[in-house]
T-cell receptor
Framework: KNQVEQSPQSLIILEGKNCTLQCNYTVSPFSNLRWYKQDTGRGPVSLTIMTFSENTKSNGRYTATLDADTKQSSLHITASQLSDSASYICVVSGRGGSQGNLIFGKGTKLSVKP | DTGVSQNPRHKITKRGQNVTFRCDPISEHNRLYWYRQTLGQGPEFLTYFQNEAQLEKSRLLSDRFSAERPKGSFSTLEIQRTEQGDSAMYLC??????????????FGEGSRLTVL
């Protein structure tokens, strides 16, 4: 069964600290993996996409990694800001599949405290 | 580009009533998607359209749910005979064919349904 598991479920950190969110997936065949940020009461917004051949990609203070062999991805946030408080959702797309093959994780809820 | 617009943003209804949500996608996007999200969960796929054609429906979309996109622009999602289990955020997203194929969807802010 195609699944996306994220950990931790929730995380509280102090402003300025770094954190890493994890995503493990069993989706096969694999096409790509996206990290979305969802502010409370808002729709998700794409942060970054990782394809099969990519290992690391940065978008400002966000760095995503992908290990396609172990089917794991991480999202590292550097020097966190209060505005980083949100849910971060890992979404895996199956290759050649339908739109229903976008498998969403449950998300990690990050709270950044002053 | 005004983004994906959904309304109403909030709807409170009594069990058994019908509700309808509307989604206006980004104007040049030919694909439109409906998702449902409950607290602490990721979005669950309901259905999607390419232009006016409904190309896929999830098994989650029971016969009480119907979605339309009559002119290939805006879409409506109707829930008949609402049940308390229908309480959720209903998210609409849009994309072009190319961005959709890479999994990049542009989401609206959602319509939150509360069934009493």
């Amino acid at each position: 069964k195609n699944q996306v598991e994220q950990s931790p479920q929730s995380l509280i950190i102090l402003e300025g600290k770094n954190c890493t969110l994890q995503c493990n997936y069993t989706v096969s065949p694999f096409s790509n993996l996206r990290w979305y940020k969802q502010d409370t009461g808002r729709g998700p917004v794409s942060l970054t996409i990782m394809t099969f051949s990519e290992n690391t990609k940065s978008n400002g203070r966000y760095t995503a990694t992908l290990d396609a062999d172990t089917k794991q991805s991480s999202l590292h946030i550097t020097a966190s800001q209060l505005s980083d408080s949100a849910s971060y959702i890992c979404v895996v797309s199956g290759r050649g599949g339908s739109q229903g093959n976008l498998i969403f994780g449950k998300g990690t809820k990050l709270s950044v405290k002053p | 580009d005004t983004g994906v617009s959904q309304n109403p943003r909030h709807k409170i209804t009594k069990r058994g009533q019908n509700v309808t949500f509307r989604c206006d996608p980004i104007s040049e996007h030919n694909r439109l998607y409906w998702y449902r999200q409950t607290l602490g969960q990721g979005p669950e796929f309901l259905t999607y359209f390419q232009n006016e054609a409904q190309l896929e429906k999830s098994r989650l979309l029971s016969d009480r749910f119907s979605a339309e996109r009559p002119k290939g622009s805006f879409s409506t999602l109707e829930i008949q005979r609402t049940e308390q289990g229908d309480s959720a955020m209903y998210l609409c997203a849009s994309s072009t064919s190319s961005t959709g194929n890479t999994g990049e969807l542009f989401f609206g802010e959602g319509s939150r349904l509360t069934v009493l």
